[in-house]
């Protein structure tokens, strides 16, 4: 079993930075792959970035590709989310997801409870 924790959102101006922490307890963290999703008003959930833990490939939406970067770290036992150049269109709840196999789809087997990112026009 393991537990998502997120933290670091917030209110942001248009152009600013936020980097969302979400920290894990587990007993084999460093086998799952880990996804950061969002959701905002009115819409479905969707698929923000992922780092794959066999080779440590990471993955971006088309939408944060340039804008956001994705890392972890096993020792800490935390993957972490840099949003640089946010955009009021990023505005939603963000959720750090882990599963051993899924990548990019969001039925992924472990959930935070989300943080709100909020950015001003």
């Known amino acids: 079993q393991v537990q998502l924790v997120e933290s670091g959102g917030g209110l942001v101006q248009a152009g600013g930075s936020l980097r969302l922490s979400c920290a894990a307890t587990?007993?084999?963290?460093?086998?799952?792959?880990m996804g950061w999703f969002r959701q905002a008003p009115g819409k479905e959930r969707e698929f923000v970035a992922a780092?794959?833990?066999?080779?440590?490939?990471?993955y971006y939406a088309d939408s944060v590709k340039g804008r956001f970067t994705v890392s972890r770290d096993n020792v800490k036992n935390t993957v972490y989310l840099q949003m640089n150049s946010l955009k009021p269109e990023d505005t939603a709840v963000y959720y750090c997801a882990a599963d051993r196999l899924n990548l990019l789809r969001v039925d992924y087997a472990y959930w935070g409870q989300g943080t709100q990112v909020t950015v001003s026009s």
């Open positions: 587990g007993r084999t963290f460093s086998s799952y792959n």
């Open positions: 780092i794959r833990w066999s080779d440590g490939r990471i």
